[in-house]
């Protein structure tokens, strides 16, 4: 069952959903810090750390299947949308560590911190840069917003599920030509 709550919908559907999991994600990291701060409770760490880390693969997963694919299609700038791809394939590399390391093990804590700060630029660099473009195109932002949310309860109910449908504004391969002035 998806965390979202009932809402009615708006025209940047999309970019509101993906801002409130930045902000819930936010959140997580700054509970991770007090619970690393002040506690020898690993097993409450522990627990953080995986429902951080399932968070984080869900937010990747729906960037890369459906917002970057479909920001490709309206915006010609693809160095930062191959930035955002290659830094998500960091965040994984960092949580698949994660997967295999518990509290107390040598570089548990600074793979943390590294997991955060990666993130947390990734998070600027979309809400920065990516969303400002995105809002200013003509891309279907409510159509997206949808696709996300269904792509979101997809994997609360099966994590392995692919896509049930591929979205219309699936990136091909090929790169947008560019007009000429």
Same mark, same amino acid.
Request: overall charge negative; charged content about 35%; some cysteine.
């Given at each position: ?9 708006? $025209?940047?559907? @999309?970019? &509101?959903?993906? /801002?409130? *999991?930045? +902000? ?6 700054? !509970? ?53 791809? $290659?830094?998500? @394939?960091? &965040?994984?590399? /960092?949580? *698949?560590? +994660? ?6 093990? !040598? ?53 392995? $599920? ?20």
């Amino acid at each position: 069952m998806s965390n979202s709550p009932v809402r009615a919908h708006n $025209a940047d559907e @999309a970019i &509101v959903q993906l /801002l409130a *999991d930045h +902000l819930a994600i936010k959140r997580m990291f700054r !509970e991770l810090e007090v619970a690393r701060v002040g506690a020898d409770d690993d097993r409450r760490r522990t627990e953080l750390v995986e429902e951080l880390c399932y968070q984080l693969r869900v937010n990747t997963m729906v960037a890369e299947e459906i917002l970057y694919p479909g920001a490709r299609t309206v915006i010609d700038n693809d160095d930062l949308l191959d930035d955002l791809e $290659a830094r998500d @394939a960091g &965040v994984r590399d /960092l949580i *698949d560590r +994660l997967d295999v390391m518990f509290p107390g093990d !040598e570089h548990y804590d600074a793979t943390i911190t590294v997991l955060i700060e990666e993130f947390e630029q990734r998070i600027a660099d979309i809400d920065n840069e990516l969303f400002p473009k995105l809002k200013l195109s003509k891309l279907d932002l409510l159509a997206l917003g949808l696709r996300i949310r269904e792509r979101k309860d997809e994997l609360d109910e099966d994590f392995a $599920a692919p896509p049930k449908s591929l979205a219309p504004t699936r990136h091909t391969g090929r790169r947008r030509v560019r007009a000429r002035h």
